[in-house]
């Protein structure tokens, strides 16, 4: 699950930490008994067990270093999210989900046209294209403190009810 989150940079070198922790661990559980069953032996027990603390916490430095800037890159991708607001559309009708108060900011419109025919939503000067039935659309703002108007600016649409209030500020 880690690996998953982590960019391909930082995956690489945790793999690199891990692929030469996993190898030490191998070769000395597995391969060095066979040829010699006295592995690690008295001489060379000390060293054997100072070699397993450096890789171990080479491998958990490993993970709390690139671990720890990709929560720092998840953070600012769920600080986009939350700028991220989903409408949906159908005849005569913008439903927006259920908003508390928004602070003045970038925000992006999801727009899905769940209705039978073209729509599309104007917010403040910004509009996206006609959105086809079934079809989804983005539209980016900078919204200040205000009121704003969400409507639909095919033909008679907003005239029929195709709006929605949003409060910024």
């Not at 592995?39 to 100072?50: A, M, R, T, Y």
């Not at 671990?67 to 927006?96: D, F, H, M, P, W």
Request: with cysteine; charged share 10%.
């Amino acid at each position: 699950m880690l690996l998953a989150g982590l960019s391909t940079g930082h995956m690489v070198g945790l793999s690199v930490v891990a692929g030469v922790f996993i190898a030490f661990a191998l070769t000395a559980s597995f391969l060095a008994p066979r040829r010699w069953p006295d592995f690690p032996g008295k001489q060379g027990l000390s060293v054997f067990v100072i070699a397993s603390f450096v890789l171990f916490a080479a491998m958990i430095t490993a993970v709390e270093v690139f671990g720890a800037e990709s929560e720092s890159a998840k953070a600012s991708e769920g600080a986009s999210a939350a700028n991220t607001i989903q409408v949906t559309e159908s005849e005569y009708r913008i439903a927006l989900p259920a908003l508390k108060t928004l602070a003045p900011g970038e925000y992006t419109f999801v727009v899905k046209n769940s209705g039978t025919v073209a729509h599309n939503l104007v917010v403040g000067t910004k509009s996206t294209p006609l959105i086809a039935p079934g079809g989804t659309a983005k539209l980016s703002v900078s919204l200040k403190a205000g009121t704003y108007t969400l409507f639909c600016s095919v033909d008679s649409h907003r005239s029929l009810g195709m709006t929605a209030k949003l409060t910024v500020g």
